[in-house]
Nanobody, 118 residues
């Protein structure tokens, strides 16, 4: 069972990027899914989360710019990032509560780097 993140890269200020994170393996179901980020010298912070029913929640600094969504058929969570700012530069990690045979556990993706600069 693993989470595989993709879609990071470089963007100019005001640009857009889309992250994706797919869960694979012997998964019985997925509860909440989320994206965190960690900038150099800072603690990891929650950026956005989405419930199993599709209800999103965002940190104030990305409200109106980022959109989290999920495709339950594909076991995938997305983060659409628009109007990117230099302060969005960070390693982004996906997180999911996966239901497996041994119970419900927290899983993390490997991290994908987002760099915003001119």
């Amino acid at each position: 069972v693993q989470l595989q993140a993709s879609g990071g890269g470089w963007a100019q200020p005001g640009g857009s990027l889309r992250l994706a994170c797919a869960a694979s393996g012997s998964i019985l179901g997925i509860n909440g899914m989320a994206w965190y980020r960690q900038a150099p010298g800072k603690q990891r912070e929650l950026v956005a989360a989405i419930t199993s029913g599709g209800r999103p929640n965002y940190v104030d600094s990305v409200k109106g710019r980022f959109t989290i969504s999920r495709d339950n058929a594909k076991n995938t969570v997305y983060l659409q990032m628009n109007d990117l700012k230099s302060e969005d530069t960070a390693v982004y990690y996906c997180n999911a509560q996966l239901r497996v045979r041994s119970g419900t556990h927290d899983y993390w993706g490997q991290g994908t780097l987002v760099t915003v600069s001119s």
